[in-house]
């Protein structure tokens, strides 16, 4: 019988188009993700579906799918899935590593350059008619990026890839993570990156950026502590996931000035509450968690998570499995 597969969201084309042939293939209609009774409806007689970060895989929901072989993340982050239950029942999670590194190293140096220089604020300025003076001695400073460290917290592969563009702005790197590897060393070698604590990184860096993923271990990493003795005036990024920083503390820490300020892709709650106390301060960024939105690695990854499903569902192991103890 021809397997059965439900697909969250609409994903890239190229990707739904290598597994339309082989499987019975229903997309969820909606640009809203499904509720998790809409999961059931749309997908409780499937063994693959493809998840997106906002789908929360629990598991409660994991019961409700008994016939599920493998669930296929598309993303490289997978928190909202609940591994543990995954690997109880045997089924195969994966996910999309690797090819979104670059994208979303990219985006933080966006996040980094657009903060240090208050880029958007800016823009805001012109288009708000507020440019009345041609030229201001004093307007709109911001600070170096050249020259400054650079504290990267999670040496995974998207924090290397932050670090090795520092090496264009001659910056010193200090980087704090839980293994250390060859890859780190070789990196070594090239940009001025030393290894720190957690402490020492905060209070030295004046651009901090977070490349962890979300587990019990980095839930609020930075808290109010942790704000408190990061250098006066400095600035700090997260493209991992809003859970990592405590978003109270930080709301406070950029308020009052302490911290210069931050450029966040991702948030506690997302998509943003309207009534988010973040938006209303000028020395923030937000973008709407499109680290690895570019078009060429959305098709990468939409490519990459097909095949994996593909992979599980013929028997064979996945390219890219999360919980390989399950085989
Ligand atoms: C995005 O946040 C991802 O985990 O791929
Ligand atoms: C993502 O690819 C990471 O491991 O940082």
């Not at 499903?309 to 996945?318: D, F, T, V």
Request: net charge negative; hydrophobic share 40%.
């Amino acid at each position: 019988m021809t397997q059965r597969v439900f697909v969250t969201r609409k994903i890239p084309q190229k990707g739904l188009d290598l597994i339309t042939d082989l499987f019975k293939v229903s997309v969820w209609p909606s640009e809203f993700p499904p509720n998790k009774g809409e999961i059931v409806e749309g997908g409780g007689d499937c063994e693959g579906i493809i998840t997106l970060l906002s789908d929360p895989i629990d598991a409660e929901l994991i019961a409700r799918l008994p016939n599920l072989v493998v669930i296929a993340q598309y993303a490289v982050g997978y928190d909202n899935i609940d591994i543990n239950e995954a690997t109880r029942r045997g089924i195969m999670v994966t996910n999309t590593p690797g090819v979104l590194t670059e994208t979303t190293a990219d985006l933080t140096w966006s996040l980094i350059m657009a903060s240090a220089r208050r880029v958007v604020e800016a823009d805001r300025y012109v288009r708000e008619g507020r440019w009345n003076v041609a030229w201001g001695p004093e307007l709109l400073l911001g600070s170096d990026i050249y020259g400054a460290t650079l504290g990267v917290i999670g040496m995974g592969r998207i924090g290397q890839a932050v670090v090795r563009r520092a090496q264009g702005f001659n910056m010193q790197v200090l980087y704090h993570t839980r293994s250390h590897n060859e890859d780190i060393a070789k990196l070594e070698s090239i940009v001025p990156a030393k290894s720190a604590s957690l402490d020492k990184l905060l209070s030295e860096s004046d651009i901090v950026s977070l490349h962890v993923p979300l587990n019990s271990q980095t839930h609020e990493l930075i808290g109010r502590r942790e704000l408190e003795i990061m250098k006066k005036g400095s600035i700090l990024v997260n493209t991992s996931r809003g859970q990592v920083i405590d978003q109270d503390a930080l709301f406070d820490a950029l308020s009052s000035g302490h911290l210069g300020g931050a450029g966040l892709d991702v948030f506690r709650e997302e998509p943003l509450p309207r009534d988010s106390p973040l938006l209303g301060l000028q020395n923030v960024v937000l973008l709407p968690h499109i680290g690895s939105a570019s078009r060429q690695t959305r098709t990468t990854m939409a490519i990459m998570c097909a095949k994996n499903l593909i992979s599980a569902l013929h028997g064979e192991k996945p390219p890219n499995i999360v919980n390989p103890e399950v085989l």
